[in-house]
Every structure is written in C-alpha cells, then in structure tokens.
C-alpha cells in the first residue's frame, strides 16, 4: 500500500487518534501483524493556535504547504491533513504538491450520502463553522445541506474545544452543553451532526445521541487507508 503522510499536532490528541485508527484498519484488511506504513510531520499547536485567532491565513497557509512539502520530500505518497479547521488550507497545500490530497469533508461527504441523509447538522471551532468551506464542499459535491448552532452555541462549541479538549480535559458539564447545542440542531431539522473537529469525539459518542453522528476522525482515517489500498 502507499505510504500516507499525515499533518499533525493540532491536537496531538487527535492526531494519536488518526494513528491508531489507520493502522487498525489496515490490520482489519490486511490481518496479522501489518500495519501502515506512514510518515508524520506535527505541528506546534500553540503556534497554530495564536495565528488562528489573530487571522493570519497567510501564515497558516505557509506553514500547512510547508509540512505538506516536508511528507512529499520524505516519501508519502497520500496526503492527509489531520485537522478540520486547517482545511481552509486546503488550495495553498494542494499548489505545494504533487501527490494526492485527500479532503476530510470529501470523506464525510461519502459517508453521509451512503447513509442517505440531505440536511447535517455541523459542529467544530468557529472557523470550521462560520467560514463556510465545510458547507459549500457538500453543498456542490453532494447536494447536502448543512446548519450550524446559533452564536451562542457556536461560541460554546468553540471554548470547550480550545480549553478543554485540545488539552486533553473531558468533563460531564461540557458533554452535556453540546448534546443540549445538538438538540437544537435537530429541532431545526438536522438528520445527522457532523463532529467536524477531530476532538470532539473525545467527548460525545454515538450512544449519547439517537440521530447518526459522523465522526470525521474515523471516517478521515479510514478513506486515507483505502486510497492507499
């Protein structure tokens, strides 16, 4: 199989997750004692995190091409960014190289048609939310409509992503705040919510809700692996 490079460190956390996952599901393929073969370059989050909230893209842009460049450089062959948010990087990392790139929400998008669903509800950092990439990648390539939290609930999402769960902290109060900001969604209509910050499934998990969620860090993980099959 290709080897897949991935960008990481924005969570670690969520980062070890990808890892895990991949190489689970390639000894779900392959069995026995394979694993994947993989290369990652992570990033400093607290860098990251400081240009995000001062807006500098033009940074962010440099920094996400740079690393894409560094798992070309050293081999990868299947590039994935593991991370919602850092997609608004998307065009500057694609221009970078010459291997494939393989979108998140290009894999959520899949995974929600397969379950039939046209109206999702999306979680994630304000950026993810409000930016609006997210929506107009499965608005054009799958005709799927997508609401987010009204701006309370959108800023609730947020802290709770950048103060606790990126460091690592689950607490029942948060947990409880977002099935409240998911209820909503699915009084305005949603069919499915779409956990798009690779954290989030951390904290909420399929059996606290009775509507499909889709976890972008498994679904991420599992179509990088069957490409590079």
Known sequence: MKTIGLIGGMSWESSAVYYKLINQHVRELKGGTHSCPSIMWSMDFNQIERWQHEGRWDLLNNAMAHAAQKLEDAGAELIILCTNTMHLCYDAIISAIEVPFLHIAEATGQAIKAAGLKKVGLLGTLFTMEKGFYADWLEKRFEIDTIIPNETGRH??????????????????S??????????????????????????????????????????TAIHAEAAVNKAM
């Open 175 to 216: 947990k409880e705040a977002f099935l409240k900001v998911i209820n909503r969604l699915v009084t305005e209509g949603a069919e499915g919510i779409i956990l798009g910050c690779t954290e989030i499934p951390l904290l909420v998990q399929q059996e606290d809700v009775e509507i499909p969620l889709f976890d972008t």
């Open 156 to 173: 609730v999402i947020h802290k709770v992503i950048y103060d606790e769960l990126v460091q690592g902290n689950i607490t029942k109060a």
